[in-house]
T-cell receptor, first 116, second 111 residues
Framework: GAGVSQSPSNKVTEKGKDVELRCDPI?????LYWYRQSLGQGLEFLIY????????KSGLPSDRFSAERTGGSVSTLTIQRTQQEDSAVYLC??????????????FGPGTRLTVT | SQKIEQNSEALNIQEGKTATLTCNYT??????LQWYRQDPGRGPVFLLL?????KEKRKERLKVTFDTTLKQSLFHITASQPADSATYLC??????????FGGGTRLMVKP
């Protein structure tokens, strides 16, 4: 079946502009995650959606970052007034949500954001 | 503070040898530990999950150990091949579905 998809694959924007990144998770996966990965670095957690629960936004680096998940499926990550330090690969993942945890995550290919 | 450490230096080995990667953690009590593979320009791919009450898990040429006393996991690839060259990430979760990732170790297998 289809995996996690993300769009666009690449985005170049000017400093100060807003950007929207999209994630289509695997059908039936109730959990959705956004991460950021800078060049040569590990994954930095941003936000986590689980079903109809309030999202865990503890990883968002500033109030310029927001995300929503409509209808329990597609998610959009919005970065307002982009800064050069926002340049990174933004990865989305989805998983089944098991009681007690331990679900493996399935990642999309990422969106490479470059802020000039 | 909580910390997950993986060797940031690349591991270079000869084809056919066993590669061993290390993941150490502090101030965590993870219920599960997972290993992922990441190729350049792509998202991580899940490889193996091991539970806190399991000492060892195997899948084909892969073996993972989990020592909750040492707070360490070892990831082994036996009979390594050039196609195994990638970055390997360990990730911990504490009984929930969220994961915290280590910085990854790059493995280079030379023919």
């Amino acid at each position: 079946g289809a995996g996690v998809s993300q769009s666009p694959s690449n985005k170049v924007t000017e400093k100060g502009k807003d950007v929207e990144l999209r994630c289509d998770p695997i059908s039936g996966h109730t959990a959705l995650y956004w991460y950021r990965q800078s060049l040569g670095q590990g994954l930095e957690f941003l936000i986590y959606f689980q079903g109809n629960s309030a999202p865990d936004k503890s990883g968002l680096p500033s109030d310029r970052f927001s995300a929503e998940r409509t209808g329990g499926s597609v998610s959009t990550l919005t970065i307002q007034r982009t800064q050069q330090e926002d340049s990174a690969v933004y990865l989305c993942a989805s998983s089944l949500a098991r009681a007690g945890g331990g679900s493996e995550q399935y990642f999309g290919p990422g969106t490479r954001l470059t802020v000039t | 503070s909580q910390k997950i450490e993986q060797n940031s230096e690349a591991l270079n080995i000869q084809e056919g040898k066993t590669a061993t990667l290390t993941c150490n953690y502090t101030n965590y009590s993870p219920a599960y530990l997972q290993w992922y593979r990441q190729d350049p320009g792509r998202g991580p791919v899940f490889l193996l999950l091991i539970r806190e009450n399991e000492k060892e898990k195997r899948k084909e040429r892969l073996k993972v150990t989990f020592d909750t006393t040492l707070k360490q996991s070892l990831f082994h690839i036996t009979a390594s091949q050039p196609a195994d060259s990638a970055t390997y990430l360990c990730a911990l979760n504490n009984a929930g579905n969220m994961l915290t990732f280590g910085g990854g170790t790059r493995l280079m297998v030379k023919p």
